[in-house]
C-alpha cells in the first residue's frame, strides 16, 4: 500500500493531467501519459514541451533538465502498460460518470500495490471509492492539484474513509518530493480551496451583474486590493467557464443555496464564451 517506487502514471492529457506529467518528470520519475488517441497525446506532449521551453527562457529550469525531464515521458492509449506502476492519477474530465469509468479500469489494469489517486476537484473521494472493489480502497487518495500544475505548489491530499493511513503519509511525502506543498483536507465536496474560491467567482459574476462593476477593474481589484496573482475573470478564462459552471452545480446540489450560479455565467457558457484554449472569455469578448 505504500507508495515507494518512481514509476508514476497519469490518465488524461489535457491541460492539469500533462502539467501532473510534467512536474513527476521533473522529479526524477519515469511517467506514462496515457489519452484516448494519439491526437490527444501529441496535444498533451506540446503542452508538456511549451511549458518547458517558457520555464527555460524564465531561468526556471536548465536545458539540461528540461530535456531529461521529456526523456522521462512515455505515452499511451492502453491502460495496461500502468501494469508496474506505483501511483496512478486520474485527470480525467471532471463529471462523476467519466471519472468512475477511468477508475474501474485502472483498478482492473493497475497492481494490487498501487496506489490510484484522483485529481478531481470537487467530488467527495468516498464517493468515488465507492465504485472500485473493496480491497482497492485502502490504495484510493485524492490528490487536488491547482493549475497551473507547474508553477502552483499547492496539493490538496484527501483521503477517503478507507485510504490507508500509511498510503496518506507516503502520497504526502511523494508530493513534497515532486516539489509540491501538501495540505491534508477532509473527504467533503469542494474540499476547502474550491469553496473559498468560487464563492468569491460567484460573487465577481453578481458584481458584473449587477453593473457595480466590470470584468478587467474586478481583476484590478483583486490583483492590486487583494494581493492575488490572477483575478477571476483571467482565472476563469484560464480554466473555462464552462468548468466553473459545472464545479458550481456540484457545489450548489452539496450546500445549497449559496453556491447557486448566476444566470449571467450560464448564459455565457450557453453563447460559448466560457474561454479556454481558442475560446472567447470574459477579457477577451463581450462581457
Not at 517558457?54 to 539540461?64: D, I, Q, S, W
Request: net charge negative; aromatic share 4%; with cysteine.
Amino acid at each position: 500500500m505504500m507508495v515507494e517506487g518512481k514509476k508514476a502514471g497519469v490518465v488524461g492529457a489535457g491541460l492539469m493531467g500533462a502539467e501532473i506529467a510534467l512536474v513527476f518528470a521533473l522529479g526524477g520519475y519515469e511517467v506514462i501519459l496515457h489519452d484516448r488517441d494519439a491526437a490527444a497525446l501529441d496535444r498533451g506532449i506540446k503542452r508538456i514541451e511549451a511549458v518547458l521551453h517558457k520555464g527555460v527562457e524564465r531561468g526556471n529550469y536548465a536545458r539540461e533538465q528540461a530535456d531529461a525531464a521529456m526523456g522521462h515521458i512515455r505515452t499511451t492509449t492502453d491502460l495496461a502498460d500502468f501494469g508496474a506502476c506505483d501511483l496512478v492519477t486520474e485527470a480525467v474530465f471532471e463529471a462523476i460518470e467519466v471519472k468512475t469509468a477511468v477508475l474501474q479500469a485502472l483498478d482492473a489494469a493497475c497492481a494490487e500495490h498501487c496506489v490510484i489517486a484522483s485529481n478531481t476537484s470537487t467530488i467527495p473521494i468516498s464517493t468515488l471509492a465507492g465504485t472500485l472493489a473493496e480491497a482497492r480502497r485502502a490504495c484510493f487518495i485524492g490528490t487536488h492539484y491547482f493549475s497551473p500544475v507547474s508553477r502552483m505548489p499547492l496539493v490538496e491530499v484527501i483521503p477517503g474513509f478507507d485510504t490507508d493511513r500509511r498510503v496518506i503519509a507516503s502520497t504526502i511525502e511523494l508530493m513534497r518530493d515532486i516539489g509540491k506543498t501538501p495540505i491534508v483536507i477532509k473527504d467533503v465536496a469542494g474540499f476547502a480551496v474550491n469553496r473559498m474560491l468560487h464563492a468569491m467567482m460567484i460573487e465577481a459574476v453578481r458584481l458584473v451583474e449587477e453593473g457595480v462593476a466590470s470584468p478587467e477593474d474586478l481583476d484590478t481589484a483583486c490583483r492590486l486590493g487583494l494581493g492575488h496573482p490572477i483575478g477571476p475573470f483571467a482565472l476563469m478564462d484560464l480554466v473555462s467557464a464552462d468548468l466553473c459552471l459545472q464545479v458550481q452545480s456540484i457545489l450548489q446540489e452539496a450546500y445549497g443555496e449559496r453556491f447557486r450560479p448566476p444566470a449571467l455565467l450560464k448564459q455565457r457558457v450557453a453563447a460559448g464564451l466560457g474561454g479556454g484554449r481558442g475560446r472567447r472569455g470574459w477579457l477577451s469578448g463581450a462581457s
